[in-house]
């Protein structure tokens, strides 16, 4: 009997890799261009230097501008950061605690596919394809 | 100058009147090509052509050539149709569906998962682990394709 497929281990990290591609391209989809937010993840470190006590000519730079203290600025980017990121990051670790407790192979399938998720496993690129010649 | 003149036959121009049909052929019998030449070129053609060829109207979808014989004359026969079908069409994870007595074959599968698997002949008894609806092809020359869809779900 040829078996095609992974195991169930390996299938609970592919379907972990699924959701992760999957809400990885939804952070994605705010129309930010990257390089705009590679600027804002500095801008949120920046942020947290400052409230960790630090100083930072961004932070300071930008509160004087609008008038209001490097704290007052600091903790605006560090909520605003939080604000989309957070809520993406809490729904795959809500996903992947479905998929490793899912005990059967349809279980992880039907975690994924309640919450939008298609996985596709391609095994002529992987080669994943197994032989059991015992059942 | 004498020159000798190879006919060029006219392929692709379907059941053109006046033209003799012909298809063209690798070392497996499948058509590669098919087309017609006036009946005046076909002896020429015989002696000169080099690229195997065998008058008839065959198309590669629906014919191919069979070798005969010690000679292995070449005829040109219509594809067979598979007759049979897997011995399930629903079947448990991991529990095996079977196509009895296919030959040598590409089995593709999409779904779930999808991938390749050359068969060398023989019961075909496959299987899968990922849930879902799977369309299974046969490709065993010189049948005809064949599409089978088979659903995996939970054990009973």
Same mark, same amino acid.
């Given at each position: 009997?040829?078996?095609?497929? @992974?195991?169930? =281990?390996?299938?609970?990290?592919?379907?972990?890799?699924?959701?992760?591609?999957?809400?990885?391209?939804?952070?994605?989809?705010?129309?930010? @261009? @990257?390089?705009?937010?590679?600027?804002?993840?500095?801008?949120?470190?920046?942020?947290?230097?400052?409230?960790?006590?630090?100083?930072?000519?961004?932070?300071?730079?930008?509160?004087?501008?609008?008038?209001?203290?490097? !704290?007052?600025?600091?903790?605006?980017? !560090?909520?605003?950061?939080?604000?989309?990121? =957070?809520?993406?990051?809490?729904?795959?670790?809500?996903?992947?605690? *479905?998929?490793?407790?899912? *005990?059967?192979?349809?279980? !992880?399938?039907?975690?994924?596919?309640?919450?939008?998720?298609?996985?596709?496993?391609?095994?002529?690129? !992987?080669? *994943?394809?197994?032989?059991?010649?015992?059942? | 100058?004498?020159?000798?003149? $190879?006919? &060029? #036959? $006219?392929?692709?121009?379907?059941?053109?009147?006046?033209?003799?049909?012909?298809?063209?052929?690798?070392?497996? +019998?499948? $058509?590669?090509?098919?087309?017609?030449? &006036?009946?005046?070129?076909? #002896?020429?053609?015989?002696?000169?052509?080099?690229?195997?060829?065998?008058?008839?109207?065959?198309?590669?979808?629906?014919?191919?050539?069979?070798?005969?014989?010690?000679?292995?004359?070449?005829?040109?026969?219509?594809?067979?149709? /598979?007759?049979?079908? /897997?011995?399930?069409?629903?079947?448990?994870?991991?529990?095996?569906?079977?196509?009895?007595?296919?030959?040598?074959?590409?089995? &593709?599968?999409?779904?779930?998962?999808?991938?390749?698997?050359?068969? #060398?002949?023989?019961?075909?008894?496959?299987?899968?682990?990922?849930? +879902?609806?799977?369309?299974?092809? $046969?490709?065993?020359?010189?049948?005809?394709?064949?599409?089978?869809?088979?659903?995996? +779900?939970?054990?009973?």
């Amino acid at each position: 009997m040829i078996l095609f497929g @992974p195991e169930f =281990d390996e299938l609970r990290e592919r379907a972990k890799a699924a959701a992760m591609l999957h809400f990885v391209e939804q952070a994605s989809q705010d129309g930010v @261009p @990257p390089t705009l937010r590679a600027m804002y993840v500095r801008k949120a470190e920046q942020a947290q230097l400052v409230l960790d006590g630090c100083s930072s000519s961004l932070i300071e730079g930008e509160a004087a501008l609008r008038g209001i203290t490097a !704290i007052q600025m600091a903790q605006v980017v !560090i909520s605003m950061a939080a604000a989309g990121g =957070d809520e993406i990051e809490l729904k795959r670790m809500e996903t992947n605690v *479905a998929i490793e407790t899912a *005990a059967t192979e349809t279980e !992880i399938v039907e975690a994924l596919r309640t919450r939008g998720i298609t996985m596709q496993i391609d095994l002529s690129q !992987i080669g *994943a394809a197994s032989a059991d010649s015992g059942a | 100058m004498n020159q000798l003149e $190879i006919p &060029s #036959p $006219i392929t692709d121009l379907g059941n053109q009147t006046g033209l003799v049909r012909f298809v063209d052929y690798d070392p497996s +019998g499948r $058509i590669i090509a098919d087309g017609g030449m &006036s009946e005046q070129d076909v #002896p020429a053609a015989q002696q000169f052509r080099l690229q195997p060829f065998l008058l008839g109207d065959g198309k590669p979808e629906t014919h191919y050539v069979e070798f005969v014989g010690d000679a292995r004359a070449p005829v040109l026969r219509v594809r067979p149709a /598979f007759t049979e079908g /897997f011995d399930k069409t629903e079947v448990a994870l991991r529990e095996a569906a079977t196509l009895a007595d296919l030959p040598a074959a590409t089995v &593709s599968f999409e779904g779930p998962m999808k991938g390749t698997h050359r068969h #060398p002949g023989g019961d075909l008894v496959v299987g899968w682990t990922l849930p +879902g609806t799977y369309t299974v092809r $046969i490709e065993a020359f010189p049948y005809l394709p064949a599409e089978f869809t088979l659903t995996v +779900g939970d054990a009973t």
